[in-house]
């Protein structure tokens, strides 16, 4: 699926990605993405650990992701709007 953003200058290509590794993993498996998989599948594509970590930041903050609440102490990632 290809994510197309509304507001071009509101996110960058990292952050683009992000979202796409987000958005197909939660049509896949039905789940929110675990932090760990959401990092490890962009440095497949690679892309840095800290530049995901700080997209991912950006993205929470922008409003297209959000914290998925779980009962295991695991951190996973939802989305909240498509670009």
Do not use: C
Not at 8 to 37: C, F, G, L, T, Y
């Amino acid at each position: 699926m290809k994510i197309i953003a509304t507001n071009i200058r509101d996110i960058n290509k990292v952050q683009i990605s992000v979202m796409e590794v987000v958005s197909d993993w939660a049509r896949q498996e039905d789940h929110p993405i675990p932090r760990k998989k959401l990092i490890s599948n962009m440095e497949i594509r690679g892309t840095n650990q800290f530049t995901v970590i700080n997209a991912i930041r950006s993205l929470i903050k922008k409003g297209y992701i959000r914290r998925a609440v779980n009962m295991s102490n695991t951190t996973a990632y939802v989305q909240l709007r498509g670009l």
